[in-house]
């Protein structure tokens, strides 16, 4: 199946439904599907045969920062390999296999999967028809985590088809082509994408121009996350329906202050103080809190195991906690883990990663 795009790198011609997000039927699965991009002047040619690369997870929110926050963490993501494909018709790009947690529920129409939404939206960018490109995505976030997994397969996506042709495009516009696909499968927010391709604190000051602010993190300071993701589902979608329409002037200064303090404790690596406001979210964690099992509690157990402090990661269902330290960490982790058995009644599963201060890129290359 092979589907023509726009000319414009911004607005394709096919629209997608957000419903149809990265899951499919059966009957998508049976072959791989092509998507045929746009012309455009000056086509690089492809500088590798193929290329490797990894995104990071992310923390979305980052408790007060609703849908203008967010930060990469290290060692747990998503890789994409792409290669020049001569069974590819020049033009198309393929998603030629997708492996890792229920590979089914991910669709290999690049319409429909956020890795070939991407993909196609560097493509377009380019302006690539002389040759055509076979994907492989390689998942390792499980989907409907609150780490930013689609994100991270955008990312990956969007850095390896840059890479391919000579890295060509800035971080901005990579982000754009990642916003293009999280629009798509799970809304208009780049607190996810923006880090998991930039990596570190980013803030997006404004979407209409898009405006990224990288909030610098001391070097000196170590941060580590306590990522506990318990064996429960919840939807963004269902997650944002739960969001009030209005908020109280009350909420409304409250929150402000807490985000412009976390700002002000990234910048200064006040992990204290990061913690405090990470923690003190009265808009959108008081709404999503009460859908996942055992949430309330499992802060306060991390809070008393000595987290600075815990909020939910992304729209859930993942918790996160920040302290200084790996072995701090696993402590807390531990006791998280007891208090989504105890009161939640999900088993959950602990991970402590530092933050990830280098986003997506490449991991290997085989040249032409």
Same mark, same amino acid.
């Given at each position: 199946?092979?589907?023509?795009?726009?000319?414009?790198?911004?607005?394709? &011609?096919?629209?997608?439904?957000?419903?149809?997000?990265?899951?499919?039927?059966?009957?998508?699965? !049976?072959?791989?599907?092509? $998507?045929?991009?746009? +012309?455009?002047?000056?086509?690089?040619?492809?500088?590798? #045969?193929?290329?490797?690369?990894?995104?990071?997870? &992310?923390?979305?929110?980052?408790?007060?920062?609703?849908?203008?926050?967010?930060?990469?963490?290290?060692?747990?993501?998503?890789?994409?390999?792409? !290669?020049?494909?001569?069974?590819?018709?020049?033009?198309?790009?393929?998603?030629?296999?997708? &492996?890792?947690?229920?590979? &089914?529920?991910?669709?290999?129409?690049?319409?429909?999967?956020?890795?070939?939404?991407? %993909?196609?939206? $560097?493509?377009?960018?380019?302006?690539?028809?002389?040759?055509?490109?076979?994907?492989?995505?390689?998942?390792?976030?499980?989907? @409907?985590?609150? =780490?930013?997994?689609?994100?991270?397969?955008?990312?990956? %996506?969007?850095?390896?088809?840059?890479?391919?042709? @000579?890295?060509?495009?800035?971080?901005?516009?990579? $982000?754009?082509? @990642?916003? /293009?696909?999280?629009?798509?499968?799970?809304?208009?927010?780049?607190?996810?994408?923006?880090?998991?391709?930039?990596?570190?604190?980013? =803030?997006?000051?404004?979407?209409?121009?898009?405006?990224?602010?990288?909030?610098?993190?001391?070097?000196?300071?170590?941060?580590? *996350?306590?990522?506990?993701?318990?064996? *429960?589902?919840?939807?963004?979608?269902?997650?944002?329906?739960?969001?009030?329409?209005?908020?109280?002037?009350?909420?409304?200064?409250?929150?402000?202050?807490?985000?412009?303090?976390?700002?002000?404790?990234?910048?200064?690596?006040?992990?204290?103080?990061?913690?405090?406001?990470?923690?003190?979210?009265?808009?959108?964690?008081? !709404?999503?809190?009460?859908?996942?099992?055992?949430?309330?509690?499992?802060? !306060?157990? #991390?809070?008393?195991?000595?987290?600075?402090?815990?909020?939910?990661?992304?729209?859930?269902?993942?918790?996160?906690?920040?302290?200084?330290?790996?072995?701090?960490?696993?402590?807390?982790?531990?006791?998280? +883990?007891?208090?989504?058995?105890?009161?939640? /009644?999900?088993?959950?599963?602990? $991970?402590?990663?530092?933050?990830?201060?280098?986003?997506?890129?490449? +991991?290997?290359?085989?040249?032409?």
């Amino acid at each position: 199946m092979a589907t023509t795009c726009c000319h414009s790198p911004f607005k394709p &011609t096919t629209s997608i439904p957000r419903s149809a997000s990265s899951s499919s039927s059966p009957k998508l699965l !049976r072959r791989p599907f092509l $998507v045929k991009c746009s +012309v455009k002047p000056s086509e690089p040619d492809p500088v590798f #045969a193929s290329v490797r690369s990894f995104a990071p997870a &992310t923390v979305a929110n980052l408790g007060p920062g609703f849908d203008f926050l967010g930060c990469a963490v290290d060692g747990i993501g998503d890789h994409v390999t792409v !290669r020049v494909d001569p069974q590819v018709h020049p033009g198309e790009i393929s998603i030629a296999d997708i &492996t890792g947690p229920n590979p &089914t529920k991910l669709s290999r129409n690049p319409l429909w999967n956020c890795a070939g939404i991407a %993909a196609i939206e $560097v493509m377009k960018m380019l302006g690539i028809r002389k040759v055509g490109l076979s994907l492989t995505l390689e998942k390792g976030l499980p989907l @409907g985590s609150g =780490l930013g997994s689609s994100a991270a397969s955008a990312a990956a %996506a969007a850095v390896a088809i840059n890479e391919i042709f @000579g890295g060509r495009l800035t971080e901005e516009e990579l $982000v754009l082509a @990642g916003l /293009k696909s999280e629009e798509k499968v799970s809304g208009y927010h780049a607190d996810n994408v923006a880090p998991a391709i930039m990596g570190g604190f980013i =803030l997006i000051r404004s979407y209409e121009p898009l405006e990224l602010l990288r909030l610098k993190f001391p070097a000196e300071t170590e941060l580590f *996350f306590v990522l506990v993701s318990p064996e *429960f589902e919840a939807p963004t979608k269902k997650m944002r329906e739960a969001l009030p329409g209005e908020i109280g002037m009350p909420h409304h200064i409250w929150n402000c202050s807490q985000a412009g303090a976390l700002v002000a404790a990234v910048l200064s690596g006040d992990l204290a103080g990061l913690g405090k406001a990470l923690s003190s979210d009265k808009i959108v964690e008081p !709404r999503r809190a009460p859908l996942i099992p055992g949430m309330e509690a499992v802060k !306060r157990a #991390a809070i008393e195991a000595g987290a600075f402090g815990c909020t939910i990661s992304g729209a859930g269902p993942t918790a996160v906690a920040v302290t200084d330290s790996e072995s701090h960490g696993e402590a807390i982790g531990k006791r998280m +883990v007891e208090a989504f058995r105890e009161e939640g /009644k999900l088993a959950a599963s602990a $991970v402590v990663r530092q933050l990830d201060r280098v986003g997506a890129r490449l +991991v290997s290359s085989i040249a032409r």
